[in-house]
């Protein structure tokens, strides 16, 4: 039987099915999925996610200042090792959003725009700038943290969230939802460029719509207002205690948001394969509302769409779970990147715990609800949570309602109430090489 052991509490059965695809394992299988995906969508974005999963950092962006504090980052890393600055917002982020903010700047010139809600917040946003340019996005002080360089992942064009550590347990730095804030603007920002009226359409009653006024002032506001809260505090500087080096010991991992354990548990591996009686496929299902926008002719039209989430966790993933990511039931199989949940998993994954989640990454991966049908590949992190699967959205023939179906490989902890985690050196077998960056 399958229980969707949701938020409501609401049971759902049917009878388990064997899984579409078994969990991922290695850059192998990421690989595997690429080419699934390239198949699906095309080159452009199976480009764009390699892009993401390969190191971006460059020379030619740094300021005077962000070269001082590299510099003096180098000398403070141990045994001669380089390091290097890491955006929280993407370099990439960063540099389509100048564009997008060139493009509004071009619009709201004339003093007869009718745009006057989105001219106000870009001047405001311009004012607390001081100069709009890409050099200035790129170098914010406070979005850059130094770090080593030689590492076993890189961030890529993904978010990457800034960590406070405090004895044994890393979490989430009290600068970073602001960080991310910004970065989900800018996103939702870029997202609606190609639908800007022009300098000359923005003057016209026939082209203007009072509602898209609202919300590019509205994205505006919002990175303007999160700029002020990321500015606040010094800049971030090296803390080798975020790192550790992976089991060959010549690369560094950062550390996720948990709590790192001093040495392996006495009962850790004294479980496995032992899952749980009631072990099933599971099932979650909720919609919720966006507002969409698009161009017909000169004109900009409001619509709005219903999404519709799908989640599916096949047993044979749950019981992948159990061997990666559970202290007792762990099958040995040691990463770059080992968390366990602190309680059982299939209690504690509910409907209330992912909604939040995966809605995250669905803003993060698509551009719903105005997109065609699209295959994205997860493995990824939102904010307490990392994923493995991939998530199909479907947009409905009749409507612009959208269903975006989502396959999970595996779930594993990504914070301080919800994870233990250990490095690799801590197992009492030696580690093997790392084979890959996933986390998984």
Excluded at 280 to 302: C, Q, V
């Amino acid at each position: 039987m399958v229980f969707d052991h949701s938020a409501n509490g609401k049971m759902q059965t049917k009878s388990p099915s064997a899984p579409e695809q078994s969990a991922r394992s290695g850059g192998a299988a990421l690989q595997s999925r690429l080419l699934q995906m390239q198949q699906l969508r095309g080159n452009r974005f199976t480009a764009q996610l390699l892009r993401s999963q390969a190191p971006i950092q460059r020379n030619d962006w740094k300021n005077e200042h962000n070269k001082g504090r590299l510099t003096t980052a180098h000398s403070e890393m141990a045994g001669g090792k380089q390091a290097q600055l890491d955006h929280s917002v993407s370099q990439n982020q960063l540099k389509d959003l100048y564009e997008t903010l060139k493009k509004i700047e071009t619009l709201i010139q004339p003093s007869a725009t009718l745009y006057e809600k989105t001219k106000t917040a870009f001047e405001t946003l311009k004012t607390h700038l001081g100069v709009l340019s890409k050099t200035g996005l790129l170098n914010l002080p406070n979005n850059l943290t130094p770090g080593p360089k030689d590492r076993v992942a890189d961030q890529g064009d993904t978010f990457d969230p800034q960590v406070a550590v405090a004895g044994n347990v890393v979490s989430r730095s009290a600068r970073t939802p602001a960080l991310e804030a910004i970065d989900n603007a800018a996103r939702a920002l870029v997202r609606l460029q190609t639908i800007l009226p022009n300098q000359s359409q923005g003057m016209k009653e026939e082209s203007y719509n009072e509602d898209f006024d609202g919300r590019v002032a509205e994205l505006l506001d919002m990175i303007e207002k999160n700029l002020t809260s990321m500015e606040e505090g010094a800049e971030p500087k090296l803390n080798l205690n975020a790192w550790y080096q992976n089991a060959a010991g010549d690369k560094y991992v950062k550390k996720v948001p948990a709590t790192w354990l001093d040495a392996a548990p006495a009962d850790l591996g004294t479980a496995k394969q032992a899952y749980p009686a009631n072990l099933a496929e599971s099932e979650f299902e909720w919609t919720y509302d966006l507002k969409g926008y698009r161009k017909n002719g000169n004109e900009i039209e409001t619509y709005d769409s219903t999404v519709t989430v799908m989640v599916n966790i096949p047993v044979e993933q749950w019981k992948h779970i159990y061997d990666r990511h559970t202290v007792r039931g762990f099958a040995g199989d040691v990463k770059a990147i080992n968390t366990f949940w602190r309680d059982d998993p299939f209690t504690t994954v509910t409907q209330e715990l992912l909604k939040p989640e995966l809605e995250l990454l669905i803003d993060r991966l698509s551009n719903l609800p105005d997109s065609p049908e699209e295959y994205v590949p997860l493995n990824a992190a939102a904010r307490k949570l990392f994923f493995q699967g991939s998530m199909t959205q479907t947009k409905d023939e009749n409507s612009d309602d959208v269903t975006v179906s989502i396959e999970l490989d595996s779930i594993a902890p990504q914070d301080p109430a919800l994870a233990l985690a250990l490095r690799p050196d801590q197992f009492p077998a030696p580690a093997p090489a790392d084979a890959d960056a996933d986390a998984e």
